[in-house]
C-alpha cells in the first residue's frame, strides 16, 4: 500500500521561507517521478514541480521558478520543496504526488499522478 505523508507546512509572513517534506512508502521510491501540487480554496488544483526518478530533471510553474526548489532523497524515500520568498499567492494546501507508471517522465497534469498524500497547509500572510 503506497502512503504518502506530508510535512512542514505552516503560518509565514510574506517574505518568508517554509520546507515542506513528503515521507513515502509502499514503493519503490526511486523508480518514480514525484511532483507537488497546491490547492487553493475555491480553485483547480495546479502543478508546482516535478522531479525525475533520478532527480536528473527538474521542471517548474512560472509562478514559482526562482522561488522554489524541489528535491529528492532516494536513500530516504523523500521527496522535499523548499519555498522561499513567499506571498500571499502562495497560500493553499500542498500535496506531494507520485507519477501513474515506473519510469514515467515528469508531468504537469494531476491525472497522470496515481498516489497524493492527505496534504499540509501553507498560509501567507501579508
Known amino acids: 500500500q503506497v502512503q504518502l505523508v506530508e510535512s512542514g507546512g505552516g503560518l509565514v509572513q510574506a517574505g518568508g521561507s517554509l520546507r515542506l517534506s513528503c515521507a513515502t512508502s509502499?514503493?519503490?521510491?526511486?523508480?518514480?517521478?514525484m511532483g507537488w501540487f497546491r490547492q487553493a480554496p475555491g480553485k483547480e488544483r495546479e502543478f508546482v514541480a516535478a522531479i525525475d526518478r533520478t532527480g536528473g530533471y527538474i521542471y517548474s510553474a512560472d509562478s514559482v521558478k526562482g522561488r522554489f526548489t524541489i528535491s529528492r532523497d532516494n536513500a530516504k524515500n523523500t521527496v522535499s520543496l523548499q519555498m522561499n520568498s513567499l506571498k500571499p499567492e502562495d497560500t493553499a494546501v500542498y500535496y506531494c504526488?507520485?507519477?501513474?507508471?515506473?519510469?514515467?517522465?515528469?508531468?504537469?497534469?494531476?491525472?497522470?499522478?496515481?498516489?497524493w498524500g492527505q496534504g499540509t497547509q501553507v498560509t501567507v500572510s501579508l
Open positions: 509502499g514503493l519503490i521510491f526511486s523508480f518514480y517521478t
Open positions: 504526488a507520485v507519477r501513474s507508471l515506473h519510469a514515467a517522465p515528469v508531468s504537469t497534469t494531476p491525472n497522470d499522478y496515481a498516489h
